[in-house]
């Protein structure tokens, strides 16, 4: 019974609506973790301090309006070529997506988790 409830669980946070195709934020939030992005990130309150706080990241491109066609393609952006745009005041050191070996289904998650960050 207790096991029936979990899975019920799981697949409620996987499947939220319109996300399925797009990348999966559960699986991205995990990924930000092993790969090590909140070693310089952090997100509600834990993680590094060397980029810019996560926290609500996704409200970010609100205030760069025009320069991207949406959030998800401003934060694709920040993860495939993270020199194409440098948030003032921080130094370009964020690693690129080639350099730390992800795959596309690796961004697309990531990109869904850090939509869910408002
Ligand atoms: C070595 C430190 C470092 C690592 C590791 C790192 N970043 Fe960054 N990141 C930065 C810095 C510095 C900036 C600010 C300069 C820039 O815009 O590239 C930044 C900027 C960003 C931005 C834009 C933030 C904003 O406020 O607009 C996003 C999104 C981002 N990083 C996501 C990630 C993700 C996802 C990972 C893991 C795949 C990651 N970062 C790994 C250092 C890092």
């Not at 952090?42 to 205030?63: E, I, K, W």
């Not at 948030?87 to 988790?113: F, K």
Request: hydrophobic share 35%; aromatic share 6%.
């Amino acid at each position: 019974m207790r096991k029936a409830v979990l899975v019920l669980a799981v697949g409620v946070s996987a499947c939220a609506p319109g996300q399925s195709d797009r990348g999966n934020p559960a699986r991205g939030e995990q990924r930000f973790g092993e790969i090590g992005c909140n070693g310089c990130h952090t997100v509600a309150g834990v993680g590094g301090m060397v980029g810019p706080d996560l926290t609500r990241v996704a409200s970010v491109p609100l205030r760069e309006q025009g320069r991207w066609s949406s959030p998800r393609a401003y934060l694709e952006e920040s993860i495939r070529a993270p020199q194409a745009y440098l948030v003032p005041g921080y130094p370009g050191d964020m690693p690129s997506a080639a350099q730390l070996g992800l795959s596309d289904p690796d961004i697309g998650d990531l990109v869904a988790y850090l939509l869910t960050l408002r």
